[in-house]
């Protein structure tokens, strides 16, 4: 299931159109659906030691440092990073690989990936790293793209232009898979000026993203599959169809001592 394409290379292409219209507040789905589920269900990291891995230029990264958090932040494309310093220079980003950290073991107490560890080559790998670079009995939290909503058949329903059900297909296929997109609340005259996102991303099945946490020696903790509350949902119609299919899923895991398995 490993991936030949370089998705370090997908990045850096993708990053100054995904820099520019995020700040523009394109990210609707982040911005009010997976972000703030993932910031309530994050233990307090006021005065922790904490890794972001994959932090892209740096929004959520902020976010952590505004709760307190003593933040070191990675990235594997170079234009994300240099974004994410010049926001915000007291924060350490640092380009580098997240099947490859550049850190000693037990180094951090709290390790994030927001919407980040599915897009490496090999989430088993990464989630081996996240493991040895956070202490034991510390906390390790990521988002991915849900597996429901990232099959390889996957098509909307409308019922007089609304979206209402979903049919999926192939829920078991995984590996690598790329797909091409931007995102809907963009200016014409943004959407014009960027080709779309190339992204390959590694899927996987729920069962199959829990055993690779359990496998690492995490205990999962907590699990999350956010969803817009009515009243975002009424305010924010873009964002309703998380209510009908989940869209992200949200793990907790603390590090044992040892690996399980």
Known sequence: MGQTVDTGAEWEANAPAWIEMSRAGADRYRDL????AFLEALPDVDGLRCLDVGCGDGHNTR??????????????????????????????HVRADAMELPFADATFDVVTAFMSLMDTP??????????????PGGCV???????????????????????TW??????????????????????????????????????????SWLNMVIDAG????????????????ACHPEVADTRIVPFFLIVRALRTSHRLR
């Open 33 to 36: 659906v997976n972000t703030p």
């Open 63 to 92: 976010l952590l440092r505004d709760r307190g958090a003593l933040l070191t932040a990675i990235d594997i494309s170079a234009t994300f990073i240099c974004s994410a310093r010049d926001a915000d220079p007291s924060i350490a």
């Open 122 to 135: 090999d989430p088993a790998v990464t989630l081996g790293e996240m493991a040895r670079v956070v202490q």
């Open 141 to 163: 939290q990521f988002s991915i793209a849900h597996p429901v909503n990232t099959t390889p058949l996957r098509t909307w329903i409308d019922d007089d232009g609304v979206r």
């Open 166 to 207: 979903a049919a999926i297909g192939d829920y078991f296929v995984e590996g690598p898979i790329t797909t091409s997109w931007t995102f809907k609340e963009v200016p014409d005259e943004m959407r014009a000026r960027h080709e779309p996102f190339t992204i390959t991303a590694a899927r996987r099945t729920v069962s």
């Open 218 to 233: 995490f205990t999962v903790d907590r699990v999350i599959e956010p969803v817009a509350s009515e009243e975002t949902a």
